[in-house]
C-alpha cells in the first residue's frame, strides 16, 4: 500500500539518455520473463496461486520515504466486479469455493519514522479478505531507504505475526526497490522479492463440505513501472507490471476427517496495473484499475479466476 512517490525535484543528477532507458527498459523485461518462466515451469500444468487475498506489497511500493511528519496512515480500498472482463469460473458458472468469493478489499498501513533512513510499519486487513480470516495485523515491516546519484534504493522485510493455529517457519517477505529518472518528467521504478508462504484457507463444497487447505511453500514477485508527472506538486499518471509465481505443498482434507492429500502446486499470474496518482501536502490519492493480463490455471479442479479489480488509496501524512 505504500505507493506515493515524491516529487521529481528530490532527483539531483544527470538524467539519462533516453535510448539508454529504453534499452535498460527492455533488458529488465527480458529477464523479469525469463527469471518468472523457469520459475514456473514444472511437470504438472501450470495454475494460479491458490490463496486468493488483497497482497499489499509490489503494487507500487515506493523506494523512498513518501511522508513528511513522523508518522502517516494509508487505507485501500479495492473491489472485484463478479464478471469483469471473466466469467466467475471457466465454465461461465457460479463459483461454489469460498476461496476467491470476497468481492471487496479493504487495507490499512501504519508507518513512523525511527531513524532518518529506517522506518517501521504495520499492514491491517480490515476486510478479513486474506484467506477468511478476522480484523488484525497482518504483516510489520522494516524498511530502510538509501539515496545514490539520483537513485533511491531500499529493502524491506515484513514478518506476519499471526498463528493461526500454525507452527513452524512464520511467512516472511524481503523485497529490494529502486527508483531512478529518466528526464524531468519521467521516473522508473523496479521491485523484486522473495515470499515464504505458510497460510490456511477453507472452502465450501458443492457437497456442502467444509474442505480445509494449508499452503506451504515459496513466492516470487516482480515489478516495474512508469510515471509522468504532470504538476509541480509531483501528481503523476503511472503504468505498472507485475509478475507474481509460487510454488507450495498444498495439503487438503475434509473438516472432521483424517485423511489428507498433498499436491505439488505451481502457478502464477501477471498484472497490469495504471492509475493517478494525486499528491498535495497533507494526503495523496490515487485511483487505479489493475486487470489479469495472464495466468496459469490447473487443468484439473474448479479454482477462483484473478478477476479485473478497481480501487483508490488514500494516504494522510
Same mark, same amino acid.
Given at each position: 500500500?505504500?505507493?506515493?512517490?515524491?516529487?521529481?525535484?528530490?532527483?539531483?543528477?544527470?538524467?539519462?539518455?533516453?535510448?539508454?532507458?529504453?534499452?535498460?527498459?527492455?533488458?529488465?523485461?527480458?529477464?523479469?520473463?525469463?527469471?518468472?518462466?523457469?520459475?514456473?515451469?514444472?511437470?504438472?500444468?501450470? @495454475?494460479?496461486?491458490?490463496?486468493?487475498?488483497?497482497?499489499?506489497?509490489?503494487?507500487?511500493?515506493?523506494?523512498?520515504?513518501?511522508?513528511?511528519?513522523?508518522?502517516?496512515?494509508?487505507?485501500?480500498?479495492?473491489?472485484?466486479?463478479?464478471?469483469?472482463?471473466?466469467?466467475?469460473?471457466?465454465?461461465?458458472?457460479?463459483?461454489?469455493?469460498? *476461496?476467491?468469493?470476497?468481492?471487496?478489499?479493504?487495507?490499512?498501513?501504519?508507518?513512523?519514522?525511527?531513524?532518518?533512513?529506517?522506518?517501521?510499519?504495520?499492514?491491517?486487513?480490515?476486510?478479513?479478505?486474506? @484467506?477468511?480470516?478476522?480484523?488484525?495485523?497482518?504483516?510489520?515491516?522494516?524498511?530502510?531507504?538509501?539515496?545514490?546519484?539520483?537513485?533511491?534504493?531500499?529493502?524491506?522485510?515484513?514478518?506476519?505475526?499471526?498463528?493461526?493455529?500454525?507452527?513452524?517457519?512464520?511467512?516472511?517477505?524481503?523485497?529490494?526497490?529502486?527508483?531512478?529518472?529518466?528526464?524531468?518528467?519521467?521516473?522508473?521504478?523496479?521491485?523484486?522479492?522473495?515470499?515464504?508462504?505458510?497460510?490456511?484457507?477453507?472452502?465450501?463444497?458443492?457437497?456442502?463440505?467444509?474442505?480445509?487447505?494449508?499452503?506451504?511453500?515459496?513466492?516470487?514477485?516482480?515489478?516495474?513501472?512508469?510515471?509522468?508527472?504532470?504538476?509541480?506538486?509531483?501528481?503523476?499518471?503511472? *503504468?505498472?507490471?507485475?509478475?507474481?509465481?509460487?510454488?507450495?505443498?498444498?495439503?487438503?482434507?475434509?473438516?472432521?476427517?483424517?485423511?489428507?492429500?498433498?499436491?505439488?502446486?505451481?502457478?502464477?499470474?501477471?498484472?497490469?496495473?495504471?492509475?493517478?496518482?494525486?499528491?498535495?501536502?497533507?494526503?495523496?490519492?490515487?485511483?487505479?484499475?489493475? *486487470?489479469?493480463?495472464?495466468?496459469?490455471?490447473?487443468?484439473?479442479?474448479?479454482?477462483?479466476?484473478?478477476?479485473?479489480? *478497481?480501487?483508490?488509496?488514500?494516504?494522510?501524512?
Amino acid at each position: 500500500m505504500n505507493i506515493f512517490r515524491k516529487t521529481t525535484a528530490r532527483h539531483p543528477g544527470a538524467v539519462p539518455d533516453c535510448a539508454e532507458g529504453r534499452a535498460l527498459l527492455l533488458g529488465r523485461v527480458l529477464g523479469l520473463v525469463v527469471i518468472l518462466s523457469g520459475f514456473l515451469m514444472a511437470d504438472h500444468a501450470a @495454475a494460479q496461486r491458490p490463496i486468493q487475498m488483497f497482497d499489499p506489497f509490489y503494487r507500487g511500493e515506493s523506494a523512498s520515504r513518501t511522508f513528511y511528519d513522523s508518522y502517516a496512515v494509508t487505507a485501500e480500498l479495492s473491489y472485484r466486479p463478479r464478471g469483469l472482463l471473466q466469467a466467475d469460473d471457466a465454465a461461465g458458472g457460479a463459483v461454489a469455493s469460498g *476461496i476467491g468469493s470476497d468481492p471487496l478489499g479493504l487495507n490499512l498501513l501504519f508507518e513512523y519514522q525511527l531513524t532518518p533512513f529506517l522506518d517501521a510499519g504495520a499492514y491491517v486487513d480490515a476486510s478479513g479478505s486474506a @484467506a477468511g480470516r478476522t480484523l488484525g495485523i497482518n504483516w510489520l515491516q522494516l524498511k530502510y531507504f538509501r539515496h545514490e546519484e539520483g537513485t533511491d534504493y531500499a529493502i524491506r522485510l515484513a514478518l506476519d505475526p499471526s498463528s493461526d493455529a500454525r507452527g513452524g517457519f512464520p511467512q516472511m517477505d524481503l523485497g529490494f526497490l529502486y527508483e531512478s529518472l529518466l528526464s524531468p518528467t519521467v521516473s522508473t521504478d523496479f521491485g523484486v522479492g522473495v515470499r515464504r508462504v505458510h497460510v490456511g484457507f477453507q472452502e465450501l463444497t458443492n457437497d456442502n463440505l467444509l474442505l480445509r487447505n494449508r499452503a506451504i511453500g515459496w513466492e516470487m514477485h516482480m515489478s516495474t513501472s512508469y510515471r509522468v508527472v504532470f504538476d509541480p506538486a509531483g501528481s503523476n499518471m503511472f *503504468i505498472h507490471g507485475l509478475l507474481q509465481g509460487g510454488r507450495y505443498d498444498l495439503v487438503e482434507w475434509v473438516a472432521g476427517q483424517s485423511e489428507r492429500t498433498s499436491t505439488d502446486y505451481r502457478g502464477g499470474v501477471i498484472w497490469l496495473r495504471s492509475g493517478l496518482d494525486i499528491k498535495r501536502p497533507g494526503y495523496q490519492f490515487e485511483p487505479y484499475l489493475s *486487470i489479469p493480463v495472464s495466468q496459469w490455471a490447473p487443468s484439473e479442479g474448479e479454482w477462483p479466476r484473478n478477476r479485473t479489480r *478497481i480501487g483508490v488509496r488514500f494516504m494522510i501524512r
